[in-house]
């Protein structure tokens, strides 16, 4: 779809995995949806519109399925749970006052057979039932009334979720206990038993089970609520000739701020005025505060020092960087991952065909069971509604992929892409780029070698008036060096780069070439002179650049770009794994073999020109096997596309991080390690909560369906059968929070909180 909009929206009443496939199914049935990807664990969809102003169209269709929805705003807090935590609460404790004299003279007089005859001689069998219906009554139409306003009108939509479950089970034990209290004469004999006690403990259960969910899922979105936390909420802002303290929501682009000692950056700008050291941890975990001072950058949500510093607000809102990563944290964590599709596949049946294995349960007890096989038939047929657990399997994918992601997040490694995590787990291959990847980025002239009659000062002048109209980290290296020897550089004119191999200038005297042993072969200038210095540079993985005039070799300028202190445990810690680990550079031979030899790396591949890189990333694939490959410069983006796994360090270039699927925000390979990590915890636990959850429902189903009576075994009561269901969910989620406990291999230099 063109110009696709993306929409995060928050739905309320999903309370379970059938849930989720009725919500995706109503929003991919409108017109103007491309696409809809649907989590229960942050009750919130992501969805793809042809224009946002469309949105209204999907939020009636969302309330008309009865789920209500409404749009996230960007400035917006995160949905707080807490009220939703507390009255859920509130209802726990007031059902289970209800039913507990309820379970207490029905089941205590089962366990305790003097309490039976206590409770019949002084208060009666028939008032003790008529005191027991008016409890579970007070139960059901208060605490336990959501089960049957969300479960009776999806049952009667043909589309029955979790609360039609509860719904029936309940009202079919409740009911048949209001008939052997006020009509038993209608009964079989010996069948007018009293099931409230089921009915009030069941509510009882579930609602806690809902509660301890309820706050598990809080748990599970901690780390988004502590970057969104990162913001402060006001900003000290200069107008009217003084400083005035304004909301957030009040700055505008072109606004001048001023961060006082210890306060936070409220929006990404520029400074103006000042000069101070800014902490910076929470974005790239590096601990050394950043000096910052007239035309440099600051970031929302860093922390201003000891100095006083005015900037001019750059980028507000939704486009600072912080509420960048915000959106791609949330947006992994909204993610659907390819092994959720069978699950939704399954969850969205499952009910309907719980309700039919129900219905089967009760008549063959009715039909084969002793007597009375009324009583025996409601009770298997009721435990067969409450066991069954979708919510389990609802929520055995999202929750996992919400606190991984989170966990990674404070890591400082962001999965923009969700389905990321599924393939990171898979990588065979990680192919990785030299230069600022491996090495610091910041390259320096380490020695320079001239023909007879000229002088070093005169060389660099000549190559830095050259590389000043390039970008290129080699480049600004000579430039740097010419700058430090305070060298004035001249104008070129006519200047033509020519990628991965050198740059080209016309002057009204030269002609000039600047670049490699290879660009000067290819304009005739022989480089004999200067190849034993050039291959003795190499060998010390040092980068040779050639500077020729009127097509004559005249200079070799060497560079060297230091490997990054991280590099050698990160690359050792790779091949731990049993990862092939392959560098690919456009360094001679020479140069990027000495580099992996001190390094270790399996394989290398040299001469690369930067079109040529998504080449060998796809050479690398081929026998399916899958590559990860981790890069950082502008020249990066159709390589990190072409991987099974685009990951672009976060000192990289805005295109190459647009184009990646894992951003680690440090400036090294540590991130790579982590996001490795978090990948394999996660989906190994994805793989426990789902095999909890299907194994739960396919061995316990059965024997609340009374498999077991045949065999000596029991027949189980509707109140364990809750009490399962219960913790089923409770099971998953918890799992999913012991992410929240993993420690990085590499040790993180800080958090983002």
């Known amino acids: 779809m ?20 009725r919500v995706e199914r109503a929003l991919t049935d409108v017109p103007d949806v491309a696409e809809a990807s649907v989590n229960l664990a942050s009750e919130s969809a992501l969805v793809s519109l042809a224009s946002k102003g469309h949105v209204d169209r999907v939020l009636a269709a969302l309330n008309e399925a009865g789920y209500p929805g409404s749009v996230r705003q960007a400035e917006a807090p995160r949905r707080d749970k807490s009220e939703e935590i507390e009255n859920l609460r509130r209802s726990v404790i007031l059902a289970a006052i209800l039913a507990a004299p309820v379970f207490f003279a029905e089941m205590g007089g089962h366990l305790y057979p003097p309490l039976h005859h206590w409770i019949a001689a002084n208060i009666g069998l028939g008032t003790s039932h008529v005191l027991q219906f008016l409890l579970t009554a007070l139960i059901l139409i208060g605490p336990g009334r959501q089960f049957y306003q969300l479960g009776i009108p999806s049952l009667l939509k043909g589309a029955p979720d979790m609360n039609a479950l509860v719904a029936l089970g309940t009202l079919a034990a409740f009911g048949f206990s209001v008939v052997a209290t006020f009509a038993p004469s209608i009964l079989p004999a010996g069948s007018a038993n009293v099931y409230y006690e089921a009915a009030a403990v069941i509510v009882v259960l579930i609602l806690f089970g809902r509660y301890l969910e309820a706050r598990a899922k809080g748990r599970a ?225 380490s020695g320079i070698f001239v023909a007879e009659g000229l002088e070093e000062d005169e060389v660099l002048k000549v190559a830095a008036s050259v590389e000043q109209h390039s970008e290129h980290p080699l480049a600004r290296a000579i430039v740097d060096a010419a700058q430090a020897r305070g060298l004035a550089l001249c104008q070129s004119t006519v200047v033509t780069a020519h990628t991965g191999r050198g740059i080209e200038a016309r002057t009204d005297e030269h002609h000039i070439h600047l670049g490699s042993g290879r660009f000067m072969a290819d304009i005739g200038a022989s480089t004999q002179d200067f190849e034993q210095q ?116 976060g000192t990289g270039t805005d295109v190459a991080i647009e184009t990646a699927d894992v951003v680690p925000m440090s400036p090294d390979l540590n991130g790579v390690i982590n996001a490795l990590d978090v990948s394999k915890a996660t989906m190994r636990n994805i793989r426990q909560n789902l095999g909890w959850a299907f194994g739960y429902n396919v061995l316990l189903i059965p024997v609340a369906a009374g498999v077991l009576v045949p065999f000596g075994g029991p027949l189980l009561s509707p109140m364990l059968a809750a009490g399962a269901m219960a913790l089923s969910s409770v099971f998953v989620v918890t799992n999913a929070l012991r992410l929240r406990l993993l420690r990085p291999a590499l040790p993180s230099k800080g958090t983002l909180s």
């Open 2 to 21: 063109a110009q696709a909009t993306r929409v995060q929206i928050d739905i309320t009443g999903m309370n379970c995995g059938s849930c989720v496939g």
């Open 221 to 445: 979105g901690d780390a988004i609520a502590e970057l969104v936390g990162l913001a402060p909420k006001t900003a000290r802002v200069l107008r009217g000739g003084g400083h005035k303290d304004v909301p957030i929501s009040d700055i505008a682009v072109g606004d001048l701020l001023q961060a006082r000692p210890g306060e936070r950056i409220a929006v990404d700008g520029v400074v103006t005025k000042g000069s101070s050291y800014v902490d910076e941890a929470m974005l790239t975990g590096e601990p050394v505060p950043a000096a910052k001072g007239a035309g440099d950058d600051v970031i929302a949500g860093t922390i201003n020092g000891q100095g006083v510093l005015t900037y001019r607000a750059e980028k507000i809102g939704a486009e600072t960087v912080l509420a960048r990563i915000v959106a791609m944290v949330e947006e992994a964590q909204g993610a659907k991952l390819p092994i959720q599709a069978l699950v939704d596949r399954i969850t969205l049946w499952f009910v309907p065909a719980i309700i039919g294995v129900a219905v089967v349960t009760f008549g063959i007890w009715l039909l084969f069971g002793p007597s009375p096989s009324l009583i025996s038939a409601i009770v298997a047929s009721v435990s067969v509604l409450i066991i069954a657990c979708p919510c389990a399997m609802g929520l055995a994918t999202p929750t996992s992929i919400v606190v991984g992601t989170g966990r990674a997040a404070q890591w400082h490694v962001l999965f923009r892409r969700g389905d990321a995590l599924q393939r990171l787990q898979n990588v065979d291959v990680v192919a990785l780029d030299k230069t600022g990847t491996l090495t610091m980025g910041r390259p320096e002239v």
């Open 534 to 649: 050039a291959q003795t540079a190499a060998l010390a993985g040092q980068t040779p650049i050639f500077l020729a005039v009127a097509g004559r070799c005249l200079a070799l300028i060497l560079v060297s770009d230091q490997l990054r202190d991280t590099t050698p445990a990160a690359i050792g810690n790779l091949k731990a794994r049993g990862l092939e680990v392959v560098m690919i550079t456009g360094d001679t031979e020479a140069t990027a073999q000495a580099i992996a030899r001190d390094l270790g790396i399996d394989r290398v591949i040299a001469g690369v020109l930067p079109e040529g890189k998504s080449e060998a990333i796809r050479a690398l694939q081929s026998g399916q096997r899958s590559v990860a490959f981790v890069g950082d410069g502008i020249n990066d983006a159709p390589a990190l596309a072409q991987a099974d796994v685009g990951i672009a360090i």
